[in-house]
């Protein structure tokens, strides 16, 4: 099967950096995926590592280490907006397995 | 174009009945993925369809859950005589493929709430 791990809450200031880590153990492995939620609102897909290495995609990062079984997701310059929850997805044969996510607040 | 629809965005049912959830995914997305997300909770996997066919079924909890799938195209998640511990958000999503799970598409949800 499959586990994650990730921080459970994280507070930073608007114009900051944050950095949400992931550790994983799984069976299979073709992939690790980064999800944001807003309260009340839908899972929405925000960046996919397959390979070891930095992919950035405008103020958001995301790294792996297959051999680590680690990754993160960088957020940059930190928006009000950016205050949701967070999930790491690995991908085993089939489907994803979620972290339990991480809560961003981002104050003023 | 459209995203997944799912309906209805709220039920709620008495404990025992049975409801049925459903959800339309992006059109030409052959992988179809049902979750459920309990308050403050991360997503748990119910089931997968690849077309009509459900490959893994692994997630669901009990033998009162139950999907299909028609015309690779809607499915429908049946809950049958419901505990109040199936209240939850149930979330659907889509993938090109299966291929291509790691980029889902998710629906908005439908918040069951058992009494």
């Known amino acids: 099967g499959q586990s994650l791990e990730q921080p459970s809450e994280v507070t930073a200031v608007e114009g900051a950096i944050v950095q949400i880590n992931c550790t994983y153990q799984t069976s299979g492995f073709y992939g690790l995926s980064w999800y944001q939620q807003h309260d009340g609102g839908a899972p929405t897909f925000l960046s996919y590592n397959a390979l070891d290495g930095l992919e950035e995609t405008g103020r958001f990062s995301s790294f792996l280490s297959r051999s680590d079984s680690y990754g993160y997701l960088l957020l940059q310059e930190l928006q009000m907006k950016d205050s949701a929850s967070y999930f790491c997805a690995v991908k085993g044969d089939y489907k994803l397995s979620f972290g339990a996510g991480t809560t961003v607040t981002v104050r003023a | 174009g459209a995203g997944v629809s799912q309906s209805p965005s709220n039920k709620v049912t008495e404990k025992g009945k049975d409801v049925e959830l459903r959800c339309d995914p992006i059109?030409?997305?052959?992988?179809l993925y049902w979750y459920r997300q309990s308050l403050g909770q991360g997503l748990e996997f119910l089931i997968y369809f690849q077309g009509n066919s459900a490959p893994d079924k692994s997630g669901l909890p009990s033998d009162r859950f139950s999907a299909e799938r028609t015309g690779g195209s809607v499915s429908t998640l049946t809950i049958q005589r419901t505990q109040q511990e199936d209240s939850a958000v149930y979330l659907c999503?889509?993938?090109?493929?299966?291929?291509?799970?790691?980029?889902?598409?998710f629906g908005p949800g439908t918040r069951l709430t058992v009494t």
């Open positions: 059109s030409g997305h052959t992988a």
């Open positions: 999503a889509s993938s090109l493929d299966n291929s291509l799970a790691n980029e889902q598409y």
